[in-house]
């Protein structure tokens, strides 16, 4: 079975410093999603990435993805109290009946002041 | 911008009774899923569809669940009995087909609460 596995499972960090969320998926897949939840919420998608080597960056948030090491990583720069909330990897098989999704455990942010 | 859509966004029910979760998928898409949290839990896969019929579902989608497109625009789950350890967010997703460069797009999720 396609495992996921993230670490850390929490996350407590200062604002203002920086910090990486790691993402180990057992399949090939070559597609790597990240999402944010906040409480309750639905899964904001957050980044997509299709290839290995594949960066991708918005505002303080930066995903990277090595397809050979099965690996992704989230990485948190100068972190805000805004992006208290989960983060969840996800990887996908694509059969011929559909896109399946597995999701990591995800990893619970608390930022400080 | 095009979304999935789920109604109702928080449903309470009694343990025994039946329940239906309503999605609006994408319009143009052809590919449905169901996914369920448990509060705390990881996101897991329940079962997809294509054709007006199943194309994969997990163990966790029992007899006591069951999927319907009963128009051209609403896909349901349906759970028949519910029990206390159904109680969890449902997301539904579609997608437009599949393959490497496609991507599923998820709902906003209905919150069940059994009790």
């Known amino acids: 079975e396609l495992k996921v596995e993230q670490n850390p499972l929490f996350l407590s960090m200062q604002e203002g410093k920086n910090y990486t969320i790691y993402c180990n998926y057992s399949?090939?897949?070559?597609?790597l999603y990240w999402y944010r939840q906040d409480p309750g919420k639905s899964l904001e998608s957050l980044f997509v990435?299709?290839?290995?080597?594949a960066v991708k960056q918005e505002g303080r948030l930066m995903a990277s993805l090595d397809t050979k090491a099965r690996l992704s990583t989230l990485h948190i720069t100068a972190a805000v109290h805004d992006l208290s909330a989960t983060y969840f990897c996800?990887?996908?098989?694509?059969?011929?009946?559909?896109?399946?999704?597995?999701f990591g455990t995800g990893t619970s942010l608390t930022v400080i002041p | 911008e095009p979304e999935v859509t789920q109604t109702p966004s928080h449903q309470v029910t009694q343990m025994g009774q039946e329940v239906i979760l309503r999605c609006v998928p994408i319009s143009n898409h052809l590919y449905f899923y169901w996914y369920r949290q448990i509060l705390g839990q990881k996101v897991e896969f329940l079962v997809s569809?294509?054709?007006?019929?199943?194309?994969?579902k997990s163990e966790i989608f029992d007899d006591q669940f069951s999927v319907e497109r009963p128009d051209g625009s609403n896909f349901t789950l349906k759970i028949r009995s519910t029990k206390l350890e159904d109680s969890a967010m449902y997301f539904c997703?579609?997608?437009?087909?599949?393959?490497?460069?496609?991507?599923?797009?998820f709902g906003q999720g209905t919150r069940l609460t059994v009790v």
């Open positions: 990435l299709l290839s290995n080597g």
């Open positions: 996800a990887v996908d098989t694509v059969v011929n009946t559909g896109n399946q999704f597995y």
């Open positions: 997703a579609s997608s437009e087909y599949v393959g490497y460069n496609t991507e599923a797009f």
């Open positions: 569809f294509y054709n007006n019929e199943i194309s994969e």
């Open positions: 399949t090939t897949s070559d597609r």
